[in-house]
């Protein structure tokens, strides 16, 4: 069946479901890229009224890419909760979007079970800036591994402390650095500059040597592929998080190198480690815009739709982590600041409002017309939209991936603007070890040589 | 505010931004405009072109002459699709090398890198290759392209295996950085698992004799294997990490 809606005297015509969510997505290279978005401003708006009068339903009888193609498709279909969805069902897509936003948290978390990515990546091409914070603020989402993440009035900060060449003490001292303006409660996550097994096992050690010896209670992570990451387990490393890159469609994991049963192996595994304290939440996902589409892998399907069905698949596995890379992929995708926000700003609507501790690398390359001013202004939207956590990255600048990211100065900055405290055994840590008055002292709270470091 | 002295011996052990001290919560003024000074270097690192005369005279071994479909680096920036694709008059140059190995030089988002590291590793490589029995195609020298190009290179050569070698997105540390691609059996619609990458190779990173060392590594795997990419694990012993 096929949509349609006329505006100024023309009547636009969207044949089929992924074609009318591509036409209704405010702009970006990606999908221009792609050739699915709208070809006018009109066109835009005709398709977004045309969704807005959808009903919800409509969702669970038309798949944007076909079930018996794609393994996403089916656990997004398989896995629906009609009972949870009961509440929306009657619903239209504009009808949703003004039940979402004078939703309570409680109405929200129940509803997640029945709503499917396709659904929440609808409403969200009918939302402004100001919805998408509006509602992703009242959408609780907690997640534990040593500590609890997601908690409200706190803002949690993964510490990044890549090297170029995966020098051991490159990487400890952005460590010290990041710990001492009170960064690293969502994870120690260290980018490996190759993916190699020896290395990947050289770094876990030394990140659990650094967790153990300052008793930090957060987790840590070497960002390799999955594959890598088991064969680190076979071989008795000691690996908190499991870490995967994931996207929406069955052929972007393939060409990520993984599927839906290697990382249930990969979950399995990390979890008979047994080594979180409070909780068991050990997989690390990261998604993106655009991906999908690089890997010639879209199905047609404009790149933020297929961007929430990765979501599908990372909640899946019960992450302690979620962020989506938004502006690391590159000006083909999201060319400037302005698109990199609005996209930052959905990714995180919709994750968090399918049940994902979702946090936002706030990042640009240098290939996109994108700076600093943008970055603060994300930020700051995804500070006041509850940000499960951003990046800390010394100086904002990693020096291995050749990207800005957010630093750990900016870190403090969010934290003391919206009044809010990291997670609160790292909280009660830091106050423990006396980081905050660390800055004008002589001397050190966390000693450098504990960690090599002489 | 006056930075601790351990604090600022953190500097020692990286090149990351560390120990850059607080003016309230932000950064210092100098460190600040640091940072936006290498923010505008970085930006005119992207619309930087390769000195293709000067990178023949450097190689030292014969070379061909290639470009992507995208036109300029506006095009090239927005559809990265045309910079994976051979432009069609090009495609008649190139020699076939059935069975060789296979190099392209290709700008990526950098210039600067390949112009001095390409030749220099390329030097370091050959002669380890030509040792371990293979055989060594001309040098393909690509513009405005990305690394999947080397697929419909390699595979119009007929080479058995290519390595892109491209510049890498300036950072703000580094403009001047270059990244290997090793596939095996190149051909179109080959994907990024299929590939190993080697990056980082630039003065202060991973030198072109470690890279060139590590590119045997993973050719010699790579043909034991039957298989580049994911399949291919780098287990080449570090030796140079620190407990």
Redesign the interface.
Known sequence: MGFAHAVGGTRYLFPDLRTLLARATPLR?GDV?AGVAAETAQERVAAQRALADLPLRHFLSEAVIPYEADEVTRLILDRHDAAAFAPVAHLTVGGFRDWLLAAEPEALAALRPGLTPEMAAGVSKIMRLQDLVAVAARCRVTSRFRNTLGLPGRLSLRLQ??????????V???I??GL??GSGDAVIGVNP???????TI?LL?LLDAVRDRYAIPTQSCVLA?V??SL?AMERGAPVDLVFQSIGGTEGVN????VTLSLLREAQEAALALGRGTVGTDCMYFETGQGSAL??EAHHGCDQQTIEARAYAVAREFAPLLVNSVVGFI???YL?DGKQITRAGLEDHFCGKLLGLPMGVDVCY???AEA??DDMDALLTLLGVAGVTYVMG????????????ST?F?DG??LR?ALGRKPAPEFEAWMERMGIEA???????PLA?ALI??Q | MTVPTPWVELRRFTAARVALGRAGHGLPTAAHLDFQEAHARARDAVHSTLDLDALEAALGLPAIRVASQAADRRGYLLRPDLGRRLHEADRARLPPAPGAFLFVVADGLSAIGVQSGAPALIAAAVPLLRRAGLAIAPVVLASQARVALGDEIGEAMGAAMVAVLIGERPGLSATDSLGLYLTLGPRRGRTDAERNCISNIRPGGLSPAAAAEKLLWLTGAALQLGATGVALKDEQPSGTLLP
């Open positions: 290279s890229l402390p890549n090297d170029p060449v995966d020098d051991p003490r490159g400890a001292a952005a010290l650095d001492l303006l500059a190759t993916d190699n097994l020896d290395t050289r050690e592929h594959t890598t064969l393939r060409s990520f190198g690089s890997a590159g000006p083909e060319f390359t240098n290939h700076d600093q990255v010394p100086g904002a600048d990693d020096v291995m991936l050749a990207y800005q630093s100065h403090l900055y003391a660390a800055s004008g002292a002589g001397q050190l450098p090599g470091l």
